[in-house]
């Protein structure tokens, strides 16, 4: 819980913060099952009609944290505000290209990267939607950035650092545990 102290106007204001990411004392439960199986579901397509495109992208992965937040004002004694924040936001990252030279090389580093927004319900239409619509406008972006990419190192001299953009590696999988937020009495 971080809480913070601010003057304004000569009213005595103290905002209360809690986060999903601070509650450390709360309880756990286990990730949502309908996100993961649709997120899964959504990668497996995604690879297999992508796979067919030129470029075909060699890695896509997605990236999903749920967020929690509330503020509480108050003034003098009296509640001035309280608002509740809840998240859900997924990064997908789209490579094209090869290991050797893709779609975030140099100064495109940058572009393998797309954020968006998941419905907090658990309606996998819903979820598998975005997603999709994400992943295409994601892996589009990365197939025009290859094209830049590809332009640029044709018209520069050798590089100094002729490594790889991307290493083969075995694959890691990461499953956190969800985090309640801590609960307090918001009315008083």
Known sequence: MYSSRSFVVGSFFVILLASHALAQSSATTKP???????????????MVSLGK?????????????????TVIMASHGALVASIFRHERTTDISV?????????????????G?????????????????????????????????????????????AEEDSSADFSSEKPQVSIGQTTLPPRFDQHE
């Not at 099952?33 to 397509?45: F, G, I, K, S």
């Not at 094209?96 to 572009?111: I, K, M, P, Q």
């Not at 999709?132 to 990365?142: G, I, P, V």
């Open 32 to 46: 949502d099952p309908v996100l993961l199986t649709v997120m899964q579901q959504e990668l497996q397509r995604a």
């Open 113 to 157: 990267v797309t954020t968006a927004s998941i419905p907090l319900d658990d309606r996998p239409d819903a979820i598998a939607r975005v997603l999709w619509l994400s992943t295409d406008r994601a892996y589009k972006k990365a197939s025009q950035t290859l094209l830049e990419v590809k332009t640029t190192t044709k018209v520069h001299a």
């Open 53 to 69: 495109a030129d470029p075909a992208p060699y890695y896509i992965s997605y990236n999903t944290s749920e967020e929690y937040g």
């Open 95 to 111: 490579r094209v290209g090869s290991r050797e030279l893709d779609n975030t090389h140099g100064e495109h580093r940058f572009s």
